[in-house]
């Protein structure tokens, strides 16, 4: 006999597609507002910092909701492909699209150079590359993530925690949203070496997502065991975030990026000592 399941038994999948569409959201929402900053004539520089601002905001919302999307799915047993395929469009869009958007408006076509000679001229066409590059890089991060099951880092960390095999696109977008909103979406001076930092600092997240570099994920942290360390946290967190997000979100943002460069030094570092303190070939150590 054939008993058809209840839709009561039925795992939730919506709850997490919601979080999921709720990061697309954000990313439609910072297009939108990255748009129309960039629409606006240069006597209102006000108006489209704070549109700046409000489009970066968006994308540390979407990291948020992004984070939640798959662990409710994992906590609630919901997991399915067509939530995995969902998940994986709306971070190219939210964390690929809008953030590079986002980085060319504020960071090349919001800088005024009247002085620059052929620095300042090649100042837009750096830009779109360095965005297109950061684009793709994470498009190729994205599926490079679906397809491998069990991928490994070229410097494996202990095999009691989980890593990702390059940096993930989500704290990638965060960190570049972290800098226009400690600005509070004011674009930077009018010099052009400081566009073409800006241009190097997207270059460099866009090889470092398709690294093969060590990132914890911190997928194996579990605040259930210690709710109270885990409502401590989250307090603290809020906290700190509400009254203070412009210096923390910063700050948390480039602690995570550099901490997988830290980790690759340190790991090649280690190496090179492993192999000066060993005895050369036909020269065994005596003790």
């Given amino acids: ?25 954000c990313g439609y ?36 909701t992004d984070g939640l999307d798959g662990r409710i799915a994992r906590l609630t047993k919901s997991t399915s492909e067509f939530g995995a395929e969902l998940d994986s469009l709306a971070d190219c869009i939210t964390f690929g699209v809008a953030p590079a958007a986002l980085a060319f408006a504020w960071g090349v076509r919001g800088l005024q150079i009247e002085q620059g000679g052929i620095f300042g001229e090649l100042l837009s066409p750096i830009g779109y590359l360095c965005t297109f590059l950061f684009l793709t890089c994470g498009a ?28 993930p696109i989500p704290p990638a977008a965060g960190l570049l949203a972290a800098v226009v909103h400690v600005r509070s979406g004011r674009p930077i001076e009018a010099w052009w070496p400081w566009g073409l930092l800006w241009c190097l600092l997207i270059a460099c ?13 911190f997928k194996d942290l ?49 190496r090179t000592l492993s192999r000066a303190a060993e005895p050369a070939p036909g020269n065994p150590r005596i003790n």
Avoid: C, H
């Avoid at 991928?151 to 890593?163: I, L, T, W």
């Avoid at 090889?207 to 990132?215: D, N, Q, T």
């Fill in 205 to 217: 997240l866009g090889a470092l997502m398709i690294s093969g570099w060590r990132y914890r994920s």
């Fill in 222 to 270: 579990n605040f259930m065991r210690k709710p109270s360390l885990g409502v401590v946290f989250f307090a603290t967190m809020i906290f700190l975030i509400w009254n203070f997000s412009r210096p923390v979100l910063l700050t948390m943002a480039s602690a995570f990026v550099l901490s997988g460069v830290v980790t690759r030094i340190g790991g090649l570092r280690q």
């Fill in 1 to 25: 006999m054939n008993i058809r399941k209840s839709r009561r038994d039925s795992p939730p999948y919506a709850l997490p597609t919601l979080f999921t569409v709720g990061t697309l959201f």
């Fill in 29 to 64: 929402y910072t297009l939108m507002k990255t748009l129309q900053a960039m629409a606006l004539p240069a006597s209102e520089a006000a108006q489209a910092s704070r549109l700046f601002d409000f489009a970066a905001i968006s994308i540390g919302i979407a990291v948020f």
């Fill in 140 to 167: 190729a991060r994205l599926a490079r993530f679906n397809v491998q099951k069990n991928p490994r880092p070229k410097n494996p960390g202990r095999p009691d925690r989980k890593y990702f095999v390059g940096l």
